[in-house]
């Protein structure tokens, strides 16, 4: 059981970094959003990890699907707001949103 | 030996979603590394997570990434950075040692175990999590207002888009000529109308 916690953890730290990654170096928009589903889904399996381990599975589970609900709607907003600066950039470059800039 | 596979097909496909330059493959890589996650959630007896998984975010999120791309599709196409890309491999193999190292340490460091939990999950999440349904109920009007507002089509966008022919449905002044066909048969009795017409308009 302990050893597993810690297998799970170790594959949820390389969730996160891939994730980071992607939001640190990608342009795309939408693979910004990858970036963040990716994040999302190590935080989730470490939910379960650590509620498999602890015994309370129960709990987790209520607590995934609270993330899976917020990450939707996170999701759906982002997604309509690139649908939106696309139509007025003709691109899904994010360094061509300089309108704000300074 | 199963939950190593998985959590290795997890991992190679978010990271095939991340580095693939075709979006809509790339959302579709996406959507099996949750397919991945949901059967580990399955082999770790989390049921309902695992249904969640699948149907939520495999189902609804991957849907919504497809029409998405879609819609942006043609004049989208970004070119990303080959630097970053050639990096990846010593990016990720630099995270594995470090995470390695780490994960060593803590081998003596494990969570403490409680009771085991009395109910089901619905006493749980019912009784116990009242609260995050509340929040979930919010985040999700919040999403929808959100993506209303966002394709609210402004008076300006609505007069633009309006052909000339559409004006008479919307309610406004039709043009001289089709007003004048509108009211009346084109084909039966013309020429007696309109010989008839004059008279009318004396009695008037």
């Known amino acids: ?102 | 030996m199963l939950h190593l596979s998985l959590l290795i097909g997890l991992v190679a496909f978010s990271i095939l979603a991340v580095l693939i330059r075709d979006l809509l493959k790339s959302a579709i890589s996406l959507a099996v590394a949750s397919v991945f996650l949901a059967v580990l959630f399955f082999e770790m007896n989390a049921v309902y997570a695992g249904v969640f998984e699948v149907s939520v975010v495999a189902g609804l999120i991957t849907v919504l990434f497809i029409t998405a791309i879609a819609l942006t599709r043609g004049d989208g196409d970004v070119v990303e950075s080959r630097r970053h890309l050639a990096v990846f491999p010593l990016f990720f193999l630099a995270l594995a040692v470090i995470d390695i190292l780490v994960m060593k340490r803590l081998l003596g460091r494990i969570p403490a175990m409680v009771n085991p939990e009395s109910g089901t999950f619905a006493d749980v999440l019912w009784n116990q999590r009242t609260f995050d349904l509340v929040g979930q109920i919010g985040a999700i009007f919040a999403g929808v207002l959100a993506v209303l507002a966002l394709f609210r089509r402004g008076e300006k966008d609505a007069g633009h888009e309006s052909p000339r022919g559409d004006a008479p449905l919307a309610g406004g002044q039709p043009p001289a000529g089709d007003a004048a066909l509108m009211g009346r048969q084109p084909h039966t009795g013309d020429a007696a109308l309109m010989g008839r017409q004059p008279q009318g308009g004396s009695h008037e």
């Open chain 1, 1 to 102: 059981m302990n050893n597993m916690w810690i297998l799970n953890m170790g594959f949820v730290a390389l969730l996160i970094g891939v994730g980071l990654y992607c939001l640190l170096t990608m342009r795309n928009a939408v693979k910004l959003l990858i970036g963040i589903e990716v994040i999302a889904k190590g935080v989730t399996l470490a939910l379960v990890a650590g509620g498999f381990a602890r015994n309370s599975l129960m709990l987790a589970q209520c607590l995934v699907i609270t993330v899976i609900v917020v990450d939707v709607a996170v999701i759906a907003t982002a997604l309509a707001l690139i649908i939106n600066i696309n139509r007025h950039t003709k691109s899904l470059d994010v360094r061509k949103l300089t309108k704000l800039k300074g």
